[in-house]
């Protein structure tokens, strides 16, 4: 595709409820970042896989989040029995390279912007 | 532990000024500092930068590095008011983790007015 594509662009969820997002990367892109944005605030990184592997899950503030690239594409970050202190956007990010000085080029999708009531 | 700060956290100024956003780090292992840009979507790229002192310049806009005094400085001339949004600067931390994870700032909010 022309860009990082994410969906729902937004989703409204009950305080305890299951969500899923997904990120479709650049077609071809091997790495796959997911960040979590606050209001006001600059993006702070979750987790990275390098195709389907999960390379650093370092974080992930809690078990209740969990992220998933089975078959080293689309990607799906699913957060378990939803708090209020989830609410925030999250981004996804890929870059086309592995190494070199280029792989930090992410270039990012829009983002779902989750609100737990 | 690493840290990305900038400032100010806002600006408001109209069309034609020149603004300067500035970036400070505090990485334990500097591998490379970006810039986005960020409208109500996605973070747009703007520069990456890895060494000092070397300008890198995309029409109105232009930034640098000191990997010495440990900060980066975005300049934008002429503004717009297309050229409304957050700034985001990044470091990668080039840690034994070796995935180009990216530590962001807080990001400066510029408003220009017409």
């Known amino acids: 595709g022309a860009g990082v594509s994410q969906s729902p662009r937004y989703k409204v969820a009950k305080r305890g409820q299951d969500v899923a997002l997904r990120c479709d990367p650049i077609?071809?892109?091997?790495?796959l970042f997911w960040y979590q944005q606050a209001l006001g605030q600059g993006p702070e990184f979750l987790t990275y896989?390098?195709?389907?592997?999960?390379?650093?899950k370092s974080g992930l503030p809690s078990d209740r989040f969990f992220a998933e690239r089975p078959e080293g594409s689309v990607s799906t970050l699913k957060i378990q029995r939803t708090q209020q202190e989830d609410s925030a956007v999250y981004l996804c990010?890929?870059?086309?390279?592995?190494?070199?000085?280029?792989?930090?080029?992410?270039?990012f999708g829009a983002g779902t912007r989750l609100s737990v009531l | 532990e690493d840290k990305v700060v900038q400032s100010p956290l806002s600006l408001v100024v109209h069309e034609g000024d020149t603004v300067t956003l500035n970036c400070s780090y505090e990485?334990?292992?500097?591998?490379?500092l970006l810039w986005y840009k960020q409208e109500k979507k996605a973070p747009t790229f703007l520069f990456m930068l890895?060494?000092?002192?070397i300008e890198k310049k995309s029409g109105r806009l232009s930034s640098i590095l000191d990997k010495k005094e440990l900060f980066s400085i975005l300049n934008i001339t002429a503004t717009q008011t297309g050229d409304s949004a957050v700034y985001l600067c990044?470091?990668?931390?080039?840690?034994?983790?070796?995935?180009?994870?990216?530590?962001f700032g807080q990001g400066t909010t510029l408003q220009v007015k017409p």
């Open positions: 990010a890929s870059s086309p390279w592995t190494s070199g000085p280029f792989k930090n080029i992410q270039y």
């Open positions: 077609s071809g892109h091997v790495s």
């Open positions: 896989f390098q195709n389907e592997a999960q390379l650093d």
């Open positions: 990485v334990t292992n500097f591998r490379s």
């Open positions: 890895t060494s000092s002192g």
């Open positions: 990044a470091v990668e931390e080039g840690g034994s983790s070796n995935t180009g994870k990216l530590i």
